[in-house]
């Protein structure tokens, strides 16, 4: 079980490997292999990416519930959820889904995000649909006790405690979410305050197992080696025995007033030996753009601060040498409003002042100049390669597709994604660039070693 984390805002900090962006999509399949997307009677939505390279196939279910549907004061509950999902059932004692996995060599998971909780196995092509059998089962049939939950729920706080309050960097990320959002429910991180987290108990999880777990607000994703038709039966036969649940609302969250305001969050800690920043703005979703404006942004972040070849780093790291790392994100995946994030640490007797300046400095040239024709379309021809290398990995492919489908969008417009890409001008760029990166509504975060006295 894993949580997925929203920001790679300080490094060195990866992105979690199951952590997929709706906006980078594989190339559409060949016509022998065609993706398949179909609704099971209960309202279940499927896809199938058949892929028969290698005899194993990825499973996964995807919820339409995450952190940013909880109900305000349980904050971590969805998260929570997700542990309480491994236990044990009408049919299978706790523990007994995973055993079974493992024992014909396969691997299960899960895990949480801002707009979806998502589960996963992978394994041989026989087995999927006794995954699917134990998947549809645990669905309804929880059993959920006092004594199931109490000591579920200190895992979650000793969970909280070594990955977020033994850590300078996960604390401000913490920080720089909430001063960020300020209405929003992303503001709450996704494994929930400790304080609320301390009082989650067996009535607050039945109830949002009994609003969100059905078939209906479910996406069920194959991948690998597997014909549609036969995907089709079997989902029939296990997922489609499980009656639809109420039909919910559309997931309308707090909007988010206007920012008008430059907003800084620091933080000293003795445990931090190399100084580091990021700033960042909100921005609209690939959900939320308008037409063209989420992938100019994805390219912006790419030449900004995309890899080795962007201009913050070539800049910062290669020619002046001052910063040990630095970049720019953009994250399009939210079923709301995402940001755009730029961030460096210094190098050697460099100041993170200096750091940031060059930053800035870079983005208000592409402000003022915009983007060349050159490096716009290398950015594209790097985000298309991207795309291949995906579709090269059917666990990959099976997030890519949850993912988007999780967050309002569709199979088509992932297929589609490639040539909205490559439909992007210079002009877009620029225009994403002035219209979201003003310096007079971003958040700044330091993150800094106790000595340095700008706390």
Known sequence: MSLTVNWPRLLPMALPALLFSASVAAETPPPDNPIANFVLGNGMEVVVIPDRRAPIVTHMVWYKAGSADEPPGKSGIAHFFEHLMFK?????????????????????????????????????PEALETMMAFEADRMRN??????????????????????????????????????????????????????????????????????????????????????????????????GLVPRGPDLPPRIRPAEPEHNTRRT????????TVPSFSKSWLAPSYTTASPGEAEALDL??????????????????????????????????KLDQGSFTVYGAPRGTAEL???EAAVDAEIDRIIDQGV?????????????????????????MANLYGAALATGGTVEQVRRWPEKIRAVTAGQVRDAAKKYLGVDHSVTGYLLPSSTGRE
Do not use: C
Not at 92 to 102: D, L
Not at 207 to 231: Q, W
Not at 311 to 329: D, F, K, N, P
């Open 88 to 124: 044990g059932t009408e049919n299978h004692a706790a523990g007994e889904f995973s055993r079974a996995v493992a024992e014909i060599g396969g691997s299960d998971n899960a895990f949480t995000g801002n707009d979806f909780t998502a589960y996963h196995q992978t394994v041989t």
């Open 142 to 239: 929880l059993i959920l006790t006092d004594a199931v939950i109490g000591p579920e729920r200190d895992v979650i706080i000793e969970e909280r405690g070594s990955r977020i309050e033994n850590s300078p960097e996960a604390l401000l990320g913490e920080e720089i979410d909430a001063t960020l959002y300020q209405n929003h429910p992303y503001r709450i991180p996704v494994i929930g305050w400790m304080h609320e987290i301390e009082k989650l108990n067996r009535t607050d999880a039945i109830a949002f197992y009994d609003r969100y777990y059905a078939p209906n607000n479910a996406i069920l994703i194959v991948a690998g080696d597997v014909e549609a038709a036969a995907v089709r039966g079997l989902a029939e036969r296990t997922y």
């Open 265 to 272: 969050v620091s933080l000293a800690d003795p445990r931090v």
């Open 300 to 333: 912006l972040s790419e030449i900004l601060g995309g890899g080795v070849r962007s201009r913050i780093y070539q800049s910062l790291v290669v020619r002046a040498g001052i910063a040990a790392s630095a970049g720019a994100h953009f994250d399009g995946s």
């Open 353 to 355: 002042d200096a750091i």
């Open 372 to 396: 060349t024709e050159k490096e716009l379309e290398s950015s594209k021809n790097r985000f298309l390669r991207s795309m291949i290398f995906a579709s090269d990995n059917q666990a990959s």
